[in-house]
C-alpha cells in the first residue's frame, strides 16, 4: 500500500505537508494494521476478532438506523 503525498512548495509547506501524509495514514487504516500485526495472531484469535468486528459494526448500524442518522 503506497501514500504520496505531493507538496506545492508554499510557506510552512512542511507542516502541512506531515499533516496530510499523517491524515492519509489514518483514513486508509495503515496505523491500524501495523499495530495489529505488531504480534503474531492466531487463526482462531483472528477470526474471533474480525466476528467481534462485524457484530460491532452491525450494532452500530442499527443504532444509527434507530436514530436515523444518515451515514454520509
Do not use: D, W
Request: net charge positive; hydrophobic share 30%.
Amino acid at each position: 500500500m503506497a501514500i504520496r503525498v505531493t507538496s506545492n512548495y508554499g510557506s510552512h509547506e512542511g507542516e502541512r505537508l506531515l499533516q496530510r501524509f499523517k491524515r492519509l495514514c489514518l483514513r486508509s487504516g495503515l496505523l491500524k494494521e501495523i499495530k495489529r500485526r505488531r504480534f503474531y495472531e492466531k487463526p482462531s484469535q483472528r477470526r474471533r476478532r474480525e466476528a467481534n468486528e462485524a457484530m460491532r459494526a452491525l450494532k452500530r448500524a442499527e443504532r444509527r438506523k434507530a436514530r436515523g442518522v444518515a451515514r454520509t
